[in-house]
């Protein structure tokens, strides 16, 4: 039962273009979606994040994009860095639901050549 | 900055033994998780703990895991009787306040059951 879909499980972009990576959802409850960026051995760290009333968030290089009618987010990083290889987990939180309870999709693999 | 700091990195044990996992939460956080990742899977929420009680579980918490804070510090998770499918990344995190989504995560406790 995957609430939370990261289709594609990796990801290489040349450095200074875009990158794109994208989430879907299937439970319409959810109220709040966050990106978190993984390094190898260390723990997920908070990226962004994005309410459910809106349909854009923007923090320097990164910009998180919802479509509610699509079930569709993406977070494009421009220009990307190599420094922001790492995998990439889309989380969403259902609305009522703890706080701290997120639920995580398998996560992107984003390699960013020099 | 403030981190999650977890202990042991990495542990290996038979099976049906038992082990805790220690995790020093933020100092001035009051909101505190596990979650795990099987290999190759998605992060998964284990339990959420606040005012020294579990606030919520998922159904994968059963009678096997406990979690206590035993002092003003840690925070543990216990397997009573470890499976081999317990293998996992445990990873703790901890939150400010209620309401708020942004968790810090620490690096992990690989877990090794044999």
């Known amino acids: 039962d995957q609430q939370v879909k990261q289709n594609s499980p990796s990801l290489s972009v040349q450095e200074g273009r875009i990158s794109i990576l994208n989430c879907d959802y299937t439970n319409s409850m959810f109220d709040y979606f966050l990106w978190y960026k993984k390094y190898p051995a260390e723990g997920p760290t908070f990226l962004i994040s994005i309410s459910s009333i809106k349909d854009k968030n923007e923090d320097g290089r990164f910009t998180v994009f919802l479509n509610k009618s699509a079930k569709h987010l993406s977070l494009h990083i421009v220009p990307s860095q190599p420094g922001d290889s790492a995998v990439y987990f889309c989380?969403?939180?259902?609305?009522?639901?703890?706080?701290?309870?997120?639920?995580f999709g398998k996560g992107t693999k984003l390699s960013v050549k020099p | 900055e403030p981190e999650v700091t977890q202990t042991p990195s990495h542990q290996v044990t038979q099976m049906g033994q038992e082990v805790i996992l220690r995790c020093v939460p933020i100092s001035n956080h009051l909101y505190f998780y596990w979650y795990r990742q099987i290999l190759g899977q998605k992060v998964e929420f284990l339990v959420s703990f606040y005012n020294n009680e579990i606030s919520e579980k998922s159904e994968i918490f059963d009678d096997q895991f406990s979690v206590e804070r035993p002092d003003g510090s840690n925070f543990t998770l216990k397997i009573r009787s470890t499976k081999l499918e317990d293998s996992a990344m445990y990873f703790c995190a901890s939150s400010m306040e209620s309401g708020a989504n942004v968790l810090t995560f620490g690096a992990g406790s690989r877990l090794t059951v044999l």
């Open positions: 989380a969403a939180r259902s609305y009522g639901g703890s706080q701290g309870n997120l639920i």
